[in-house]
């Protein structure tokens, strides 16, 4: 397994702006946890994160959000990207829609996303199923990703695993699963 982590939308418009999300705030602390072990064993972390331009199609559901070059689409200083990370904007719900992550991933030989953030009915579902389609191994671990509603994250977690086959694996496991293959 070559993993990379996928940080997704943990955006100050998401968290505490324009879409504000309280849901959100105690994933915070576990993706920092999995940044930190992700970084050490030299995976690759790519931030996938919205910036829009006026008039973008999610405007018509979401209203102004994210904004590219705004402060509200910018990541959140507890989960600020470090230098050696990847930010690619993207303007769609998916993390792979012409943003070029593909073909980052596939130059650093990864076979494994770990996904993580926000909305996980929303644009980690679309991230997943582009992943699938481009036949990486999916990781979400739940503590790790949030929706604006409870119910909906935890159907976006079932729908996750019963259509994109993505293994549901908390942050501690994801990292004592790695130590393991390690040993």
Known sequence: MKPAVIVIDML???VTGALANPLSEPIIPRIAVLLDEARRQGWPVVYANDAHLPGDSQQRVWGAHS???TEG???IP???PQDGDLVLPKRFYSGFYETGLDSYLRQRDVDTVILVGQHTDICVRHTAADALFRDYEIIVPPDAVASFVADDHERGLAYLERVYAARL????GVIGEHAARMA
Do not use: H, N, S
Request: charged share 40%.
């Open 12 to 14: 100050k418009d998401f």
């Open 67 to 69: 904004l590219a070059g």
């Open 73 to 75: 689409a910018e990541t």
């Open 78 to 80: 507890e989960l600020e």
């Open 169 to 172: 694996i908390p942050v501690d």
